[in-house]
Nanobody, 121 residues
Framework: QLQASGGGWVQAGSSLRLSCAAS????????MGWFRQAPGKEREFVAT????????SYGDSVQGRFTISRDNAKSTGYLQMNSLKPEDTAIYYC????????????????YGQGTLVTVSS
């Protein structure tokens, strides 16, 4: 089970930190990713991190502004979002990939329920 939290309403230029708490599985054996879906749009890749955290990849639209991390001892992943823009408004989902750290949403086995991020201009 994955529980995402930390979303909210902020003004452009602000920061938010999302958390993704895992339970009922061995978190450290999964790559972790964040995806987002805005109203009327397809799910978009945001960031992914490998099992031990040594490999990371970001979507082009968030590169340089967002930072993904994880704490395997706490079975929790994070997404630090800085310099938020109105176009970052979406429901953000964390997900676990048993095979690695894919940028493809269909490769992920588990998804959390999502947390809403709203950025006003």
């Amino acid at each position: 089970q994955l529980q995402a939290s930390g979303g909210g309403w902020v003004q452009a230029g602000s920061s938010l930190r999302l958390s993704c708490a895992a339970s009922g599985l061995t978190f450290s054996t999964y790559g972790m990713g964040w995806f987002r879906q805005a109203p009327g749009k397809e799910r978009e890749f945001v960031a992914t991190i490998s099992r031990a955290g040594g490999s990371i990849s970001y979507g082009d639209s968030v590169q340089g502004r967002f930072t993904i991390s994880r704490d395997n001892a706490k079975s929790t992943g994070y997404l630090q979002m800085n310099s938020l823009k109105p176009e970052d408004t979406a429901i953000y989902y964390c997900a676990l990939d048993p095979a690695g750290w894919s940028v493809v949403s269909d490769d992920y086995q588990y998804y959390g329920q999502g947390t809403l991020v709203t950025v006003s201009s």
